[in-house]
């Protein structure tokens, strides 16, 4: 084995790191807002039997998000290490920089979820409705400044902008244009939604899950509701913002741009590509299925529109087959979630004007919504691999290579701790999933909250159960 194989076991080693630790902050960071939704409708709907129903949906996914969050943080954790580890003259070279900001994350998000979450898992009975409302929002505005921090990162890798380079080491100029980088507002917004769509597709899958199986509280159907009505919204948000963002990379990255859409040389009026089998050494794209200037078009708004090639950047371009299959998978799992999603939103409001309850919805719309449980997973897997393969042979855009940055380990040292991730994180993620299965078949159900509101004495005493459990870096 040679230094060249250090370096590819670990870009591997870390894209193991962080598509298992990016699984569970894509679910917290819109999840959270969820729970402020079902306290929110909880508070609205007090006195009434719709408020016991909000209330278990409510206390059902705080255990949701307690696990998730307990694993984002000890992946998030090991994840930190590698940089030291593996990637030192990372953080040599662009410390100045990205040291401040993670710092930020953990200043501002971290502790602002550390302390407002223990009230909202074991505040019930013992804080006020209006204080526990408040520490979920707490909760909720935490996990979204730890994503506005570690994208900005993240983006500034991406499109760099705000410093100086003296004696090889990156020097902050200007930190309103580090944070709000070329690309930062798109990458941001285009995560949020992600996010979004992963919680609700989560929370749809496993309410079906438990209508299925017959173990539905009364909460569920409303947890349904709220899931796919969400989800319908921020499919076409997702796609419109998934438009801006290509642009930008098409101003900002173009051999990514050229990667994606397997444009090999410079032309106008490139035809889209929507599937075959590239091949980088003939520079061709094989078995090739293509839609006439649909690609200039989409790209540049003209027909006839310039697209560069990938002959412009014949040293500093991507492997363009897993950018080109990453992105046609998040798109096509993309438009399966379109699908789902409205089906699932017709049908709730066909039934709403029929006067029949969420609950009677079709079993085969049930199934697919379990079939899509996790989708908003394998759609992020396949966005992020664009995004960070799309940015090789660089870790900081056009300034410092991969090459660069890895520590000089033996091949097999590197090899011997990426498979023992590998079988820790199999092991954590059929165990995380098994978890939430055994949950949605065995919910809890606090007595007051499955009946109308009781004497104050009665649903003091009534109401004991309790949950434990304990988000990320790009």
Known sequence: MTMDDTLLLSRIQFAANISFHILFPTITIALCWFLVFFRLRHAATRGTPAAAAWEQAYYFWTKVFA??????VVSGITMS???GTNWPGFMERAGNIAGPLLGYEVLTAFFLEATFLGIMLFGRNRVSERMHLFAALMVAIGTTLSAFWILSLNSWMQTPAGYEIIDGKFHAVDWWAIVFNPSFPYRLG????????TAAFLIAGVSAWQLLKGTATEGTPKALRAALTAAAVLIPAQIFMGDLHGLNSLEHQPAKVAAIEGIWQTEKGAPLTLFGIPNEEEQRTDYAIKIPKLASLILTHEWDGELKGLNEFPNAHPPVAPVFWGFRIMVGV???MLAVAWWGAASLWRRRR????????PRTLLWALVAMTFSGWVA?????????IGRQPYLV???LTTAEAVAQHPPHTVLATLIAYLVVYGLLLVAYVGVIKHMAEHAHQPTAAVHPPAPPAVATTASQARTAAGTGTA
Do not use: I
């Open 380 to 388: 992020t897997l396949a966005g992020w691999y664009v995004t960070e």
């Open 397 to 399: 855009y056009g300034l």
């Open 354 to 361: 029929l006067a029949q309850p969420a609950a009677a919805l």
């Open 81 to 83: 290490f590698q940089f």
């Open 190 to 197: 285009h995560k949020l939604l992600a996010s979004g769509l």
């Open 334 to 336: 993309g438009m399966l």
């Open 67 to 72: 696990l998730t969050f307990a694993l984002g």
